[in-house]
């Protein structure tokens, strides 16, 4: 092999790293760690009680980018306090009525399909199951620390799927400002069965 070919083939090396780092940065990188044990960082929900539903809402399989598991999202009509705010139709009469064109959200220039598995009916009872603490990184938002609460449904006929908990709930920053957003029930939404006075106290509160 020439001089000429090896310097060609060196460049194309070359490039290719830049591409590939230039990708990585783009796409980033994350990790997940099970923190279930970790008191603190479950907020304002105890892994010791259960919880219901104060309101039926969908289940949502979330886009496989943001891990494609299943979340419990209120109907859009809602009024939230301080939520993920995942898509949802406006309510879920509209979408009993016609499931297809209710799971269409119109956006400037383009429109998207919500993967709805179904709906999660009032007083269905939630037992928190996990919590997960993913970090990560990427060029655009630097590093960031994420708490997904997960809890088991109990009965009915999602009983024992998984549900992510964070769009039934208010967030707030652990440790002021330099801890990871945390999460306690959302009023209206769901409370705990286990000390019913107490939980009411917890979920009034929209900050």
């Not at 104060?54 to 979330?62: L, N, T, Y």
């Not at 939404?189 to 000390?195: E, F, K, Q, V």
Request: charged share 20%; hydrophobic share 40%; aromatic share 10%.
């Amino acid at each position: 092999m020439n001089l000429i070919a090896k310097s060609a083939l060196w460049l194309v090396g070359i490039a290719v790293a830049i591409v590939g780092l230039w990708v990585f940065a783009m796409i980033g990188v994350s990790f997940s760690t099970d923190v279930t044990d970790d008191k603190k960082l479950w907020g304002g929900y105890n892994p010791d009680n259960e919880y219901f539903l104060d309101r039926s809402v969908f289940i949502i399989k979330a886009d496989k980018n943001a891990g494609g598991h299943l979340v419990l999202v209120p109907e859009e009509s809602f009024k939230r306090c301080l939520g993920l705010h995942w898509s949802a139709p406006d309510t879920i009469d509209e979408y009993r009525a016609d499931p297809v064109q209710a799971s269409i959200k119109q956006y400037d220039g383009f429109e998207k399909k919500i993967d709805i598995v179904g709906i999660i009916e009032k007083g269905t009872i939630l037992k928190p199951h996990r919590l997960e603490k993913t970090t990560g990184w990427n060029l655009w938002y630097g590093g960031a620390t994420t708490i997904t609460p997960l809890a088991k449904v109990i009965g009915g006929p999602f009983q024992g799927k998984l549900v992510d908990l964070t769009d039934v709930s208010i967030y707030y920053q652990a440790n002021g400002e330099d801890g990871p957003f945390i999460y306690k029930p959302e009023q209206g939404l769901i409370r705990g069965t286990a000390d019913p006075v107490a939980e009411i106290a917890v979920v009034n509160k929209c900050s």
